[in-house]
């Protein structure tokens, strides 16, 4: 019996010495990862909570705020669309209470709320709204998205913005991500509840699983010492603007921390036992819309359903931060990635780092990093520099051109004028999103496309000047 019970403390004691061992050499990794991932991508700032076995397993902050102060892990970040997940826990409360039904029409809920079906025949429900099958575009969503609207009954106003909106799909049928829906959700859930949407975050979610650090409008996250992140300029982090936005925190803009969306994670992990019953936990995580080989789209969440590598995980951004969200319960971890520098360019760099760091927990293993590219902003800047030349070095020449000549410049010059006018509505139809989208997202890009503006417009109206003269310099 001794030497049984002997054996057993030595399995034990050599178990808790491997298990100690691999759980510092992934704690190396994962700092040396994260320190080179943070250089080659050039974040300000960096805070990182990863929840395994239902307790903190690795935690660290690396870098500062656009203020000058040391990034901790109770700094306050907005989530962007990780806001999505926690909305959309929100109505799976309010569908367990029996206050909202998944399948109910909206005009249940929002009567005033008016849409174009434009020919189609279903109406939109709750469960469209939550999967982004409404049939209301991605373009729609962002005309009413980054508003900088703030105060009590903003998310009312950009819900009247939206009104009459036009379907481009049949409800139910595609899949198309839009922010539109989730802040119809937001206006759902002050209609049914009585209260702002705020109000309602902070009584029935943030306090019951004790996120005292997380807000849904600009004036508590200032209360509590929010900064503004960084805006990138051909990678280099620029301090942006103000650019909180109250109505699109159903959508992208509530703000928490590091800490407190450990404790997201815990209760995902934990089953959602403290707010929803399993049945309906298990409809909140469920996969709904199939978007493409084993991934999908649930309520609020990007889901895989692969055999062997089953999880799901959601990514936020804003235009001065960028978010991810993973977990994993059937090996019973997940993790909180906060930064503060976003770009429309850069939106893959999060997502490699969230990729490396599910390789360093689940395989040991360090990844390579990817390159950072800049690739678009330079393709742009080096046209916008070689448009310049040709413009300064054709007007020099053009004074040695006859009458016959001008003329076929003067058309060039009505060319140019057209291209100038129609160059940023050609650029909002490619990239599907609206010109004030893209001015926050891409801010470099978007002064390169003005620049590109400016100088087709001037070289046009100068290839009219010069030509007027030599007319006037012949009639004379």
């Known amino acids: 019996m001794k030497k049984v019970m002997l054996f057993l403390l030595l399995s034990m004691t050599m178990f808790n010495s491997y298990a100690s061992a691999t759980s510092s050499d992934h ?5 040396d990862f994260m320190k080179k991932s943070i250089e080659e991508y050039k974040i300000p700032g960096v805070s990182l909570t990863i929840v395994k076995d239902g307790e903190i397993y690795f935690q660290d902050n690396w870098g500062s705020r656009s203020d000058g102060t040391p990034v901790t892990s109770e700094t306050l970040f907005t989530l962007g669309s990780i806001s999505k997940p926690l909305t959309s826990l929100a109505l799976m409360k309010l569908v367990e209470q029996k206050n909202i039904e998944l399948d109910q029409t909206i005009d249940t809920y929002i009567p005033s709320f008016q849409y174009n079906k434009n020919g189609f025949e279903k109406n939109i429900t709750i469960r469209h709204l ?36 036009s379907l481009n799909h049949e409800p139910g049928e595609i899949h198309q991500y839009s922010a539109a829906n989730y802040l119809l959700l937001g206006k759902v859930i002050e209609n049914v509840t009585d209260q702002s ?22 004036e508590n996250a200032n209360r509590l010492g929010y900064q503004p992140g960084f805006q990138s300029w051909f990678g280099k982090p620029i301090k942006s603007e103000n650019l909180f936005d109250d109505s699109g925190a159903p959508y992208g803009y509530i703000a928490s921390t590091a ?90 760099h999060t997502a490699y780092i969230r990729e490396g760091l599910k390789t360093i927990i689940e395989d040991g293993e360090l990844p390579e990093i990817p390159k950072a590219s800049y ?33 076929r410049w003067a058309i060039i010059g009505v060319i140019s004028i057209i291209f100038s006018l129609v160059l940023i509505p050609l650029i909002t139809y490619l990239f599907d999103s609206p010109w004030h989208t893209i001015y926050y997202y891409a801010p470099d890009i978007a002064f390169l496309i003005i620049c590109l503006v400016g100088i087709l417009a001037i070289y046009g109206l100068l290839l009219f000047f010069m030509m007027y003269k030599k007319r006037k310099v012949l009639i004379c």
């Open 27 to 31: 704690t190396q990794l994962i700092q």
């Open 130 to 165: 939550l999967t982004h099958t409404s049939g209301i575009s991605s373009y729609e969503g962002l005309e009413v998205a980054e508003l900088m609207l703030r105060g009590v009954n903003t998310i009312d106003e950009a819900v009247q913005k939206l009104n009459n909106v």
């Open 197 to 218: 949407f705020a109000e309602f975050m902070d009584d029935e979610i943030y306090s019951a699983l004790e996120m005292n650090r997380t807000v849904s409008n600009y």
């Open 259 to 348: 800490n407190d969306m450990s404790k997201f994670i815990q209760f995902l992990l934990d089953g959602g036992r403290d707010l929803l019953s399993n049945h309906t936990f298990d409809i909140y995580t469920s996969p709904q819309v199939h978007r493409k080989e084993e991934m999908y789209y649930g309520l609020g969440w990007r889901i895989s359903i692969k055999k062997t590598d089953s999880f799901y995980f959601h990514g936020g951004e804003t235009p001065d931060s960028r978010a991810e969200l993973f977990l994993n319960p059937e090996k019973d971890y997940g993790f909180i990635l906060l930064t503060n520098k976003n770009n429309f360019s850069e939106v893959l």
């Open 375 to 407: 690739q678009m902003q330079w393709i742009t800047l080096i046209v916008a520099i070689l448009l310049a030349v040709l413009t300064i070095w054709n007007l020099v020449h053009l004074k040695r051109k006859n009458l016959v000549r001008i003329i």
